[in-house]
């Protein structure tokens, strides 16, 4: 007898067959999102991008540029997202909001992600993630292979956890800001708005908005 969890997966595999999705971005971090797409049994995958792809190991049909006026929304039923640059991600999906599409939130089957967490539309959560009790993650946001959420963080719309980094329970990322690769975030400290971590920085107090901090400990080398 099939119990409930069995159930839910084969309901999800039924319905990941017949979605036509459209990835907005294929190269390097679309590539990414392409992979975990089909991991999750999505089959029906198309990508958007400003040339059609040499290189395209996961066999996606090409449709156009997003931003072309003969681009064909209708035929998608939802869009992703491709880009690592968090202003252009955030334009693109301000791009499919107004032609009155949704995005997909991608979550890699190999994320560790609590029940008690929450995830904003868009989003993307890499392999070997780990997300924990009372996150709370945003729209649009890239948590990268391997970052660590701990609990009750918040990271704000469109901010990025790049690869290895790791937030401390009760960190603030506000929107648009980025943590670099093997960043640590101690306990307690906020972000900044489209603030910049350096790679393997250790920060230890809060980061002004659209400052760049890097080292360990962190120290602000400039502001926007």
């Known amino acids: 007898m099939l119990n409930i969890w069995k159930i839910e997966l084969l309901i999800f595999l039924a319905v990941s067959s017949t979605v036509k999705i459209c990835l907005l971005g ?6 990414v999102v392409a992979e975990a797409l089909r991991l999750l049994g999505y089959s029906d995958l198309y990508y958007a ?4 792809m ?34 252009l991600r955030k334009k693109m999906a301000a791009r499919v909001k107004d032609q009155g599409k949704s995005l997909l939130t991608v979550k890699h089957p190999n994320a560790s992600i609590s029940m008690q967490a929450k995830i904003g539309e868009g989003a993307f959560i890499a392999r070997n993630t780990s997300i924990n009790p009372l996150a709370i993650i945003g729209e649009g946001v890239i948590i990268n292979t391997a970052a660590v959420i701990e609990h009750e963080c918040m990271v704000g719309d469109y901010a990025h956890i790049a690869p290895a980094a790791t937030l401390a329970g009760n960190v603030t990322v506000q929107p648009g800001a980025f943590v670099g690769a093997n960043a ?3 306990q307690g400290v906020t972000i900044g708005t489209e603030a910049v971590v350096g790679s393997g920085s250790v920060v230890l107090k809060n980061v002004a908005n659209y400052s760049t901090v890097v080292g360990v400990p962190a120290k602000t080398i400039q502001y926007e």
């Open 26 to 31: 294929y190269s390097g971090h679309g590539i």
């Open 184 to 186: 640590v975030v101690k």
């Open 54 to 87: 040499t290189n395209n190991p996961y066999q996606l049909e090409y449709a156009g540029l997003e931003s072309d006026q003969e681009f064909p929304w209708q035929e998608f039923d939802v869009f992703t997202l491709g880009v690592g640059d968090n202003r």
């Open 49 to 52: 991008d400003r040339n059609e």
